[in-house]
């Protein structure tokens, strides 16, 4: 009788643990740890373009998230004019953003999580709606 509660016991303390170890990176936290120096999230910008806007020129641009993100992760590794899918007065103003010394998951994530920064009650007008934006979805 022991016996078997010990093997329960080390089924229910192993299973959720072996979950944990394939979990992604929390795009959030990522972005409050590496990006939130330079972007705000909505309007005023801090000294780079504000996040809801660049996900409004991001699904203008892509038809399906996994366009947008794949696009948005290579930007940041190595960004350059040309490849830039936000109106080309940001870079001349803000300048080119740096690229980031991060996994290739961590991309992704902070990527996927700017993606669904997207307020569709502002459009996806480049400049409509500029200081308004409040209240994004947040789920995920
Ligand atoms: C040192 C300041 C700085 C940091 C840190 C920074 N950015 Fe940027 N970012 C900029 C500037 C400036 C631009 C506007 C010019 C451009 O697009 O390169 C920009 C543009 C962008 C764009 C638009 C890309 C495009 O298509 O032009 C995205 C998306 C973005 N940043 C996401 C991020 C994320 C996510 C992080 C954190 C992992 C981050 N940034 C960290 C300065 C920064």
């Known amino acids: 009788m022991k016996r078997l509660l010990t093997v329960l016991v080390s089924l229910l ?19 409050e740890r590496n990006c939130s120096v330079c972007h705000s999230v909505n309007p005023p910008p801090k000294s780079a373009p504000p996040i809801v806007p660049i996900a409004s020129a991001y699904h203008r641009q892509f038809a399906s998230k996994a366009a947008g993100v794949s696009h948005m992760a290579a930007f940041m590794k190595t960004p350059s004019k040309a ?3 936000v109106d080309p007065e940001a ?10 010394a991060l996994s290739d998951a961590e991309l992704k ?3 996927a999580w700017v993606w669904d920064q997207y307020n569709p009650n502002m459009g996806k007008g480049a400049e409509s709606g500029a200081g308004a934006g409040q209240g994004g979805s947040n789920c995920q």
């Open 83 to 85: 490849s830039s899918k």
């Open 91 to 100: 870079i001349t103003r803000f300048g080119l953003m740096p690229p980031m």
């Open 13 to 31: 303390v192993c299973t959720p643990e072996a979950e944990s170890a394939t979990t992604v990176p929390d795009g959030k936290a990522v972005f």
């Open 109 to 111: 994530a902070v990527a």
